[in-house]
């Protein structure tokens, strides 16, 4: 089954209140379905924009906006639990940070289901800033969901860099794998760039990007995000030469809407010039 898959290029904003956000992520939703894409995903940490709703001494402390942003999250689960059904889509809501227990926050990225369900992939592997600065602390499963279009992962940026990962989700059967992400320098974005494309070759998958983009000087979390947006695909026949459907302009305010069909990627498999997917067990007889 073919289905358009959206990822955004998202910029942070300065809200005056909630009603500018809730505003805010459905006109992001309308453009995305009147586009006809039925899975819309969203960067990584995209909502530490409603920190702004706190002001100047929650919004530059990282650990206060923490705090603060959890009387929001029961309203964020809403918001977009509401699109999802409203709209008929599958939304990755980028990722949100999410108290566990006293200062131990997970960064945690849901996905919220046409019919109302939802379930989360929290972040595992941490950054230095995340580690070092934030309070953030690393989750401890990695999951799969079901889709009617097939089953569905989630990297979470810096996740994506570590290829066992990936090749566990797709060994459960995932064959899209989706990677929210948020980076501050042109090279951490292409980190995740080159990840998300090996990550498609290796496991002759679907990977798909999405970026925060665009400067929030007022923010101490995401003041300064670059990136693109991109689809990636398996790297044979049938296939983008370079295993580049999509990519979004650099830096730019938008989304990145594809086709993509997942059953290929089973073909792919079973059927390509070369069997990544397949020969990867191979691997263990050559090194201890």
């Not at 060994?171 to 494309?197: F, M, N, W």
């Amino acid at each position: 089954m073919n289905v358009k898959i959206a990822a955004a290029q998202y910029n942070i904003s300065f809200l005056e209140d909630w009603e500018a956000y809730q505003q805010k992520i459905e006109r992001w939703v309308v453009e995305a379905r009147t586009q006809e894409a039925k899975i819309l995903v969203f960067p990584e940490y995209f909502s530490m924009e409603l920190a702004s709703l706190f002001g100047q001494k929650v919004y530059s402390s990282l650990s206060q906006q923490l705090e603060a942003m959890q009387s929001l999250h029961d309203n964020f689960m809403t918001l977009f639990s509401q699109l999802a059904q409203q709209y008929q889509c599958i939304i990755q809501a980028g990722t949100f940070p999410v108290r566990i227990d006293a200062e131990i926050y997970r960064n945690r990225a849901y996905l919220f289901m046409p019919d109302g369900q939802f379930d989360y992939q929290d972040k595992l592997m941490m950054t230095r800033f995340e580690n070092e600065q934030w309070l953030i602390k690393g989750g401890k499963e990695l999951k799969c969901f079901d889709s009617p279009y097939g089953k569905i992962a989630i990297n979470i940026c810096y996740d994506s860099e570590f290829p066992l990962l990936a090749r566990a989700q797709a060994e459960a059967g995932c064959v899209l794998i989706l990677v929210p992400s948020c980076t501050d320098t042109r090279a951490g974005y292409h980190r995740v760039k080159i990840a998300c494309q090996a990550r498609a070759l290796e496991n002759q998958c679907y990977v798909v990007q999405a970026s925060l983009v665009g400067d929030a000087l007022w923010s101490e979390a995401v003041d300064v995000n670059v990136g693109a947006a991109a689809i990636y695909t398996p790297v044979d026949k049938g296939f983008p030469d370079d295993g580049v459907l999509l990519v979004g302009t650099f830096n730019a305010v938008q989304w990145v809407i594809g086709e993509i069909s997942p059953n290929d990627c089973e073909m792919v498999r079973n059927h390509g010039q070369v069997f990544n997917y397949k020969d990867w067990p191979l691997q263990a007889s050559f090194v201890n």
